[in-house]
């Protein structure tokens, strides 16, 4: 690599950590909040940005149901942008998806790959694991779970709620086209707690 291209390299890098600064240190609330999925976490600047900030308090939110997280996942790219927003407060017509039964098989894998994988790399960083099956209770967060996430950010006691609806149905047999045949693939002990 020239000097020309180390130094845009270097630029790059130094603009993106000066945005990153530029949020981080916003005057005013108690704590800043963001969303990071692991795929946001790819490119190495924003890894290691995050990393070298051990003054960050990670919540890792995974689910318990990969298989419903998948079809969620699926979902997602089906839906008209003129029926649906990802937060709406309305319900929106339900949609229904075949699912190939390898599939989730590699998207699980990969899932129970990354989950460890970033919860070693923060390991000196103060965290609070989290499963989403655990702490919603309709379109609030259960107040003992709020509670907790309140300490831990070191922000007031407040009930947490969102005006958002569920836009997914919670039975995959109402969703999925083909479910007997997913259900069969999924027999395996380790997944069969996923079908309905």
Request: with cysteine; hydrophobic share 40%.
């Amino acid at each position: 690599m020239d000097s020309t291209a180390a130094g845009m390299q270097e630029a790059t890098r130094t603009s993106r950590d000066r945005r990153n600064v530029q949020f981080y240190e916003i005057p005013g609330p108690r704590a800043h909040v963001f969303k990071a999925m692991y795929n946001h976490l790819s490119p190495p600047w924003t890894l290691n940005w995050l990393l070298r900030r051990k003054d960050i308090r990670v919540i890792h939110l995974r689910r318990r149901n990969l298989l419903k997280q998948y079809v969620s996942y699926l979902l997602m790219g089906r839906r008209p942008e003129s029926q649906w927003l990802p937060n709406t407060r309305a319900p929106v017509p339900a949609l229904r998806v075949r699912v190939s039964p390898e599939q989730p098989l590699r998207y699980f894998a990969r899932n129970e790959f990354l989950y460890p994988r970033f919860d070693e790399l923060f390991a000196e960083h103060a965290r609070m694991p989290l499963v989403y099956e655990d702490i919603v209770d309709g379109q609030k967060i259960r107040d003992d779970v709020a509670s907790e996430l309140c300490d831990f950010l070191a922000v007031p006691h407040r009930s947490l709620t969102t005006p958002y609806v569920k836009i997914n149905s919670e039975s995959l047999r109402e969703i999925v086209t083909n479910y007997d045949e997913l259900s069969a693939a999924m027999r395996a002990p380790k997944y069969a707690s996923f079908l309905d």
